[in-house]
């Protein structure tokens, strides 16, 4: 890393002024659009306020015991955690398996590469709609359920409070796989085919050569996916409100989706800002945690590379 | 934080010349599967855009058919329905606004924070940092109120800049490693040059990283043309609409008219799909550069 | 707030043109209407209102324009807004400084809670000289006397069937109390129908149920002063919940109806009875309107009826009580004269029959009361008028967020959780200061 020399004190001055000028307008719409929100989110959410008129009701942390101690909240929480579960275990190999696949040399590969980012460029908004109407009673997967065959597996896919959670579950694959896919193909372009093809030569199974030579290579991408998945599923908001509402009896209820309903659609917007403050919370702890734990090999690599 | 050690490290493979040969070749069982899983992610999309060639009686009295005969008219009645288009308009000044502002301030940012040393520059990486983890669901009513307070309601480019805020933080630590990469030796050379610190970040530094910019443009340009809780709350006037919040709108307006909302749906996808149709090689090789340096 | 009142506002070509029509009679004649008020000032009005599809949208703006020719120094500057944006919206607009100058507003707890905004205009003094030709229906937008908002319909809950599919089951005449409705469910069952249709993804469909056996089962003081006072102490209230809980035993409502929405497409509840897929629903007056939006059955009202709540066996209820609410206008404060002015042409005959007459709703001046066209409608708004007692939705006459808690403690309830008591239990907690 590059280190201006200093020079006179002329120089530090002129070093200063290029630093406010970087750093300047960066740090100002930083700031300002999205640390105050927090900062306000933090001051209304020691207060009770329904929205109107100044906040004169201090409750002091009221809030946040009531939500760490509402079962509709611990019941969001697990659906966040269950989600991040279900995204390690299944998403997480399938997005390493099509990556694999998609990059064989095949014939239209560019266009199935397409096709299959293509959910992660729709909005929230037109997927969830796309889906509901795919779902609903009698509609599209009912019928193709049944047209192989299977009308006895067709369910009430956003009705059954057993199930929704895992309807949405196949949703949220759908929309946000890509994203992993493209991620897993750029890093495999780091496993050199030489690296698989002496495994091969030397005898080594597929499932070996990519426990051992695939895996570890690809280890600086699944980490990051793994952390970006994780902030993502911890944040789900937008698809299952569209979708559910978070329904049926707080089936599909997560975090983001609870404090818009029971904070601001209650207009309990003191208690709304509460559960947002967790959430954030709780991403900062995972981001601090994971860091710490998770990546701390990926930084002593890094040291050593970036000094060279 | 998590991506620059990655990439430093991925960096270090990458730079080796590209070379790939065949495994040998790829199986049809390969070809199957991979036609299956394309096939499965697109069979939403298609099932919504052929559903616009039909019409509302023929989609209630039987969900799933072929249209029979392919009707035009909704899509054409709605190609020439002005509001589709101004909800367009909107979404694109918007999500050009808001990457222009993301990607140029957080270059800067990423340049200041990756090659020069200050007290603080840590720290101030890690208020950056902060941005990832807050969802702008999570603050976008104090962000109402606050943007009502600047008097920026009701504008797409208050809109713009402030969704470039949220944009920030995801340019800076992506930019931020990869122009850490770049050897010191181009800079001394810059500089002995008499071109200045910022004439190398203009000149040289900014040319080099066009993978990274390309990258970060991209996934700013997309959460912004995606994005429906901050224009639902920021925007009062449906003249300021954008397409997702078109959509939903649309959808509640018409829903009636089922086969209407399922042509207005598949155009609303068509802006995603055409950009990465001409995008694709970019986007990958964007994410390539991103990871792997 | 209310989705509810959203969906009744899209109606077919022909209603539109009707309406076209409508306006070019009223631009020529009209507009000589409203009294010249304190008109000489310029002043403009913002409005607010949820009307974004016709034919409320064009009412609307046609009502804006007329008022305009009337007195030209007024300008009204109608901006629709969805529905469910309200909810954020008003409260954020209260707190900012430029609130608009009329607004939608549906009275009672939600109302109350805006008045500690004190932005909020005290409406009294400049309506009464004509809010009496209103009646009963203006008391739900006032707060201990003072008039807040002003109503411009009302909404009355009841069921609405299908007349072709009871006498499909052997149905003859429409169920009067709780046991001919159960006789009838099982008719309806054994002939391969689904009895009931209910959209219970939006939850407030859940809640007209258990506030209809509420009503029934409670007597009219009882609801009057234990809803007020957020106490629902009164063993009718639990008795509310088991009947509920008797009668969801039945299983009356049709397959997933935990995820059927009430009113959005064909699947939702209001579209299966406008296709023909269930007999009944418990829903607003809005319904005709709805379920002309998503069917295409141009016969559609000739097989449609409509019959009140049944009564309970036991129960302390006026059985002539009904369950309703209605949409309003608030001004905001440093609104000109001429915003209480606007409302009273709004509740003038010349506008109210033109709410009648293009079923936007029904109308709260009794006089225009012969421009209902609709023969069911005639058939809800006489009922309305002898009511001994018009109950508020619980969650609209409660304050915000007590209402949703109960709204969603009886979706609970629908969904197999809870009990009758946890409903009750969602009310004293909320409204005792717990977020839970």
Redesign the interface.
């Known amino acids: ?4 020399r200093i020079t006179s004190s002329r120089g530090r001055v002129r ?1 200063r002024m ?2 406010g ?3 300047g ?3 100002l ?2 700031a ?7 900062g ?2 933090i001051y ?1 959410s020691l207060y ?1 306020w ?4 100044p906040l004169t009701d201090f409750v002091g942390l009221k ?1 946040y015991t ?2 760490l ?5 611990k019941q969001a929480v697990e659906h966040n955690v269950l989600l991040v579960a279900l995204s390690l275990l299944i998403q997480l190999p399938l997005a390493v398996w ?1 990556a694999m ?2 990059n ?4 239209g ?18 997927a969830a ?3 509901a ?2 779902l ?5 997967v009912d ?2 359920l049944k047209a192989v065959g299977l009308s006895g597996q067709i369910h ?6 057993d199930i ?1 959670f895992y309807t949405l579950f196949v949703v949220i694959t ?1 929309k946000y796989i ?1 994203f992993g896919i ?2 897993m ?3 495999l ?2 496993v ?3 690296l ?2 002496a495994a ?1 030569i030397d005898g080594a199974s597929p499932w070996q050569i990519m426990r051992s030579v695939v895996l570890p ?1 690809l280890g ?2 699944i ?2 996916w793994i ?1 970006l998945s994780v ?1 993502g599923s911890l ?1 789900l ?2 698809l299952v409100w ?1 979708m ?2 978070g ?5 599909s209820t997560t975090m ?1 989706t609870y ?4 904070g ?6 003191g ?3 509460a559960v ?1 403050v967790i ?2 919370a709780l ?2 702890a995972f ?1 601090l945690l ?2 710490r734990f998770v ?1 701390r090999r ?2 002593d ?2 040291l050593t ?2 000094v060279r | ?6 990439t ?7 730079d ?1 010349p ?6 040998g070749r ?1 199986s049809p069982a ?2 199957l ?3 299956l ?2 096939g499965l ?2 069979l ?2 298609l ?2 855009i052929i559903d616009g060639f039909r019409s509302t009686p023929d989609i209630n009295s039987k ?2 058919g072929w249209p029979s005969p392919w009707r035009l008219g909704n899509y054409s009645g709605i190609l020439g329905d002005q509001q589709f288009w101004r909800f367009l308009g909107n979404s694109a000044q918007i999500a050009v606004v808001s990457t222009a ?1 993301a990607v ?3 270059a ?2 990423a ?8 007290a603080g520059r840590e720290a ?1 990486y890690g ?9 702008p ?7 109402r ?2 943007m009502s307070r600047l008097h920026m309601l009701d504008n797409i480019y208050g809109l713009g ?2 969704e ?3 944009a ?2 995801v340019t ?1 630590v992506i930019l931020r ?1 990869f122009m ?2 770049v050897p ?1 030796e181009l ?2 050379a810059a500089v002995i040059d008499g071109a200045g ?2 004439g190398f970040f203009w000149r040289i530094l900014l040319p080099l990283s066009t993978p990274a910019l390309a990258t970060v443009g991209v996934l700013a340009f ?1 959460t912004s ?5 901050l224009p639902l709350l920021v925007f009062d006037q449906p003249e300021h609409f954008t ?3 078109g ?2 709108t649309f ?1 509640s307006q018409y829903s009636q008219d ?1 086969a209407k ?2 042509a207005f ?1 598949a155009l ?2 068509a802006p ?2 055409l ?3 001409f995008a ?2 970019r ?2 090789d964007g ?2 550069g ?3 340096g | 707030m209310r989705i509810r009142t959203t969906r009744y506002l899209g109606l077919t070509a022909a209603v539109a043109t009707v309406l076209t029509a409508a306006a070019c009679g009223s631009g020529s004649g009209g507009g000589s209407k409203p009294a010249a008020a304190d008109s000489t000032a310029p002043a403009t009005i913002t409005w607010w209102h949820n009307g974004t599809a016709d034919p409320v949208l064009s009412l609307w703006q046609q009502t804006a324009d007329a008022y305009h020719t009337a007195h030209p120094n007024v300008t009204i500057k109608p901006d629709p807004i969805q529905n469910e944006q309200f ?2 919206k008003v ?2 607009a ?2 900012g400084n430029n609130p608009p100058t009329l607004y939608q507003q549906w009275g009672g707890g ?1 109302e109350k ?6 932005k909020v205009l005290d409406l009294t003094s400049a309506v009464s000289s004509w809010i009496g030709d209103i009646g009963q229906a203006a008391t739900r937008w006032q707060v201990d006397g003072k008039q807040y908002g002003i109503p411009y319909e009302q909404h009355v809950v009841g069921f609405w069937y299908r007349k072709d599919l009871f006498a499909k089951a052997g149905i003859t005449t429409p169920p009067t109390t709780m046991d001919d409705l159960n006789a009838d469910v099982a008719k309806l069952k054994a002939a391969g129908i689904a009895p009931i249709a209910i959209g ?4 407030w469909p859940d809640a007209f149920w258990w506030e209809y056996f509420a009503v029934r089962e409670c007597s009219v003081d009882t609801l009057k002063s234990q809803i007020s006072a957020l106490k629902l102490t009164d063993p009718c209230f639990k008795k509310a919940g088991d009947d509920l809980g008797t009668f969801m035993a039945t299983k009356p409502f049709q ?6 929405p009430a009113q959005q ?1 064909a ?1 939702s509840s209001a579209g299966l009875l406008a296709n023909g897929q269930a007999a009944m629903e418990l829903q607003g007056d809005w319904e005709g309107g709805v379920m002309k939006s998503l069917s295409t059955d141009s016969q559609l009202s000739t097989k449609t009826g409509w019959f009140p709540f049944p009564t309970v066996p036991g129960g302390q209820g006026d059985p002539k009580a009904v369950l309703g609410g209605g949409d309003g206008f608030s001004c905001t404060k440093g609104a000109p004269p001429a915003c209480a002015d606007f409302l009273k042409y709004i509740d003038s005959p010349e506008v109210q029959t033109k709410i009648a007459s293009q079923g936007v709703g029904l109308p709260v001046n009794p006089a225009a009361a012969s421009a209902l066209t609709d023969p069911t409608l005639q058939a809800v708004f006489q009922y309305d008028q002898q009511a001994s007692y018009v109950q508020t939705y619980f969650d609209i006459a409660m ?3 007590v209402g ?2 109960l709204d ?1 403690a009886v ?2 309830f ?4 809870g009990s009758p008591q946890s409903i009750l239990d969602s009310v004293s907690s909320t409204a005792g ?4």
């Open positions: 890393m590059s280190t201006p070093i290029e630093l000028f970087l750093l307008p960066a740090t719409l930083f300002g659009f999205v640390l105050a929100p927090i306000i989110a209304y009770s329904g929205g109107y008129g809030n009531d939500a101690s509402g079962s509709v909240f099509i696949l998609l064989r040399r095949m014939r590969r560019a266009l199935i590469r397409v096709v299959v980012f293509a959910p992660y460029l729709l909005s929230e908004a037109t709609i796309i889906w109407l795919m609903s009673k009698g509609s599209f019928q193709a009430g896919w956003l009705a059954d409070p929704v759908w890509g493209i991620l193909l750029a890093g372009q780091a050199p085919a030489e698989r093809e091969a290579l600086p991408t980490r990051i952390f902030i944040q908001f937008d569209i559910t509402l329904g049926p009896a707080h089936a983001v404090m818009i309903d029971h601001y659609k209650s207009n309990e917007y208690y709304g800002s947002s959430v954030f991403c900062f981001a994971y860091q990546l990926d930084l690599g890094a590379n970036a | 934080m998590v991506i620059i050690q990655t430093a490290r991925a960096r270090r493979v990458g080796r590209k070379r790939r040969r065949r495994l790829t390969a070809y599967a991979a036609i899983v394309a992610t697109a939403p999309l099932f919504v969900p799933v502002l140029g301030f957080g800067m940012a340049f200041a924070l990756s090659r020069y040393r200050f101030l208020f950056f940092v902060l941005g990832l983890l807050l969802p669901a999570v603050a976008a009513l104090p962000l109120l606050w800049v402030a470039a805020a949220f920030l933080p800076i490693p850490a990469a010191v800079e001394d610190r910022l997309v043309w995606n994005s429906y809780l397409l997702p919040l959509v939903a959808q089922t909302v399922m749906t609303s996808i995603a799909v950009f990465l149709i694709e090689r986007i990958v994410l390539t991103a990871v792997k | 909810q954020t409260p954020l209260l707190q939600g809670s805006q008045l500690s905004s004190g219970s993804k939006d939850r397959d997933s109806f935990l995820g059927t497409g699947g304050p915000t967020n949703q808690a969603s979706a609970d629908f969904a197999g959780k200061g717990s977020n839970k």
